[in-house]
């Protein structure tokens, strides 16, 4: 069907609109969502959202190139898509770091806790102290910072714990308890 009528169908409301649009538009729609977000599921969800917003938005609007309206909704969706996968893994992130803090601060906090991190943190060796602040004050992947000191992750994962486990029992010297 060409596109002056798959147009004219969205003008006349017609449902028939939306399965000659799939069956034109649905490989060309799928293939710039998966470009974007490299999942399957998202990307049809994409697509799917795409034909809503098209009955949604014609009319009023009439496209000149029904194709790259299409792609233009559908790479829209799919950036929006992959924002909100990010925040959300970030968001994973973020709370297994604070899980993984939990397990050696103590949760009150008074005006000497700061001074007794710095005491802490000035002795570690320079390269624990780039790791232990670099994962949990700039919240760097493991991955990353394995990557950026030329170390493999499970050297980095190890190296944090046992800072960890040194961290806890500096504190608990100290008269904290975690």
């Not at 780039?130 to 980095?156: C, D, I, Q, S």
Request: charged letters at 30%; glycine letters at 6%; hydrophobic letters at 40%.
């Amino acid at each position: 069907m060409e596109d002056n009528d798959i147009i004219e169908l969205y003008w006349a409301r017609k449902e028939r609109a939306i399965l000659e649009t799939t069956v034109k538009y649905g490989g060309i729609c799928h293939g710039v969502a998966m470009g974007i977000l490299h999942n399957r599921q998202d990307a049809e969800e994409c697509v799917s959202d795409t034909w809503i917003k098209a009955w949604d938005s014609i009319p009023p609007e009439r496209p000149k190139v029904l194709k790259a309206f299409l792609c233009r909704i559908t790479r829209n969706l799919s950036i929006d898509r992959y924002r909100q996968n990010q925040r959300r893994l970030a968001h994973i992130d973020m709370e297994l770091i604070l899980d993984e803090l939990a397990e050696c601060l103590p949760e009150e906090e008074d005006s000497g806790l700061g001074n007794i991190l710095n005491a802490f943190f000035t002795g570690l060796e320079v390269m624990d102290r780039k790791l232990f602040l670099g994962r949990y004050w700039h919240a760097t992947p493991v991955k990353t910072l394995a990557k950026m000191y030329e170390l493999t992750p499970n050297y980095v994962s190890v190296r944090l714990h046992r800072i960890r486990e040194r961290l806890r029992a500096y504190l608990e010297e100290r008269g904290y308890t975690v």
